[in-house]
């Protein structure tokens, strides 16, 4: 593992867009597996101004996301597939039909998560964007998701519907379900950059990168893959020896 730690959020962000532009860079038809959450944000942001200064260029670059909720559609302004097109996707020149999420209002979801797998299948990711949950969940996959994990649908816990009605008027609308690209398949990109920051992460980053290696913490699943680079700032590397 490499592990990169710096001042602040910014940093964190600028440092994080700066490992995928290179793969951007490196191969014009680079997939990117990307996730939503409130800490890639920043690093979007870099990405766009890169963008707009030429530096890359997104027309050949497929994506493909971690998870999205059940039972609330693209329109929705708390899906991430909203989330992806005003944090990223509508202010870069990328093909939107180059870009994959699952769908979170199909009507058979076991059908949709059949499709995803075949999607991820299909593609090899040259990179897979992973922010972490203060459990250490990675995508939706909490605490005891089987490591051989495919994309599936998954029950939130409490913790994280809790932690995501920061975003919602109302903790009753956030969705209890979702769909995520399983463990198995987060392993299969050929380079995973996992970005943290903020006191809160401390214990889950410090159990990621010196804990063992166990489901009880899906994130410490990391250590068995051989190119993860992970971005924090102070706060996050606070707890690590
Ligand atoms: C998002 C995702 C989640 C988040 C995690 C951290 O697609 O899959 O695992 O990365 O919940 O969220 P933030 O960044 O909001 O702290």
């Not at 994959?100 to 059908?111: I, Q, Y």
């Not at 979702?178 to 950059?193: C, D, F, P, R, V």
Request: charged fraction near 25%; include cysteine; aromatic fraction near 4%.
């Amino acid at each position: 593992m490499k592990i990169i730690i710096k001042d602040d959020y910014k940093q964190v962000s600028e440092a994080a867009a700066e490992v995928v532009a290179q793969k951007i860079k490196n191969n014009p038809h680079a997939v990117l597996g990307l996730a939503t959450g409130s800490t890639p944000i920043g690093a979007y942001g870099e990405l766009i101004n890169m963008c707009e200064r030429g530096e890359i260029s997104f027309k050949g670059v497929s994506t493909i996301n971690l998870d999205e909720y059940v039972g609330i559609d693209g329109e929705h302004n708390q899906s991430y597939r909203y989330f992806m097109n005003t944090n990223l996707f509508d202010h870069v020149d990328i093909d939107k039909n180059n870009t994959d999420l699952p769908n979170g209002v199909a009507k058979d979801l076991e059908e949709e998560c059949k499709r995803y797998s075949a999607v991820i299948e299909s593609k090899t990711r040259d990179i897979q964007v992973l922010g972490l949950g203060r459990n250490g969940h990675i995508g939706f996959n909490e605490p005891n998701t089987p490591f051989d994990s495919k994309t599936h649908i998954v029950n939130l816990t409490e913790d994280t519907i809790e932690a995501n009605s920061r975003l919602f008027d109302d903790i009753a609308d956030v969705p209890k379900r979702a769909i995520t690209m399983g463990i198995a398949e987060i392993m299969q990109a050929k380079s995973i950059l996992l970005i943290a920051t903020g006191k809160g992460k401390a214990k889950a980053v410090l159990d990621t990168i010196e804990g063992k290696v166990t489901e009880n913490v899906p994130s410490s699943v990391l250590q068995n893959h051989d190119d993860v680079t992970i971005i924090l700032d102070r706060e996050a590397a606070s707890e690590l020896h």
